[in-house]
């Protein structure tokens, strides 16, 4: 069975850090572009940043740039989002999607025919 999961997510003061993991069962991770993607209520579903896990290209959002750090480990067939310097604003639920395009796109309809996990909520307190 296919499976793409999110985890990580959690309570952290301002300024503090988190790391999110997107693991994949069922599918190696090897030419698939990942997306990290987070929604706030009432808000919509914003990409923050996604890597290609052969060449590593990676792409970030103007709002988590300089803050945020994807990265995969193909050996595990999971992909990382270091969270560092965190706002409030960066409360979401984050989750992750994986599909076979190249490059990497923060644009959640690129990923449409591939495979979605169920999120992980991250509250970032003031």
């Known amino acids: 069975e296919v499976q793409l999961q999110a985890s990580g997510g959690g309570l952290v003061q301002a300024g503090g850090s988190l790391r999110l993991s997107c693991a994949a069962s069922?599918?190696?991770?090897?030419?698939?572009?990942i997306g990290w993607f987070r929604q706030a209520p009432g808000k919509e579903r914003e990409g923050v940043s996604c890597i290609f896990t052969t060449d590593r290209h990676t792409y970030y959002s103007d709002s988590v740039k300089g803050r945020f750090t994807v990265s995969n480990d193909n050996a595990k067939n999971t992909v990382y989002l270091q969270m560092n310097s965190l706002k409030p604003e960066d409360t979401a639920v984050y989750s992750c999607?994986?599909?076979?395009?190249?490059?990497?796109?923060?644009?959640?309809?690129?990923?449409?025919?591939?495979?979605w996990g169920q999120g992980t909520q991250v509250t970032v307190s003031s």
């Open positions: 069922g599918f190696t991770f090897r030419d698939y572009a």
């Open positions: 999607a994986a599909d076979t395009i190249w490059p990497c796109v923060l644009n959640s309809t690129a990923y449409t025919n591939g495979y």
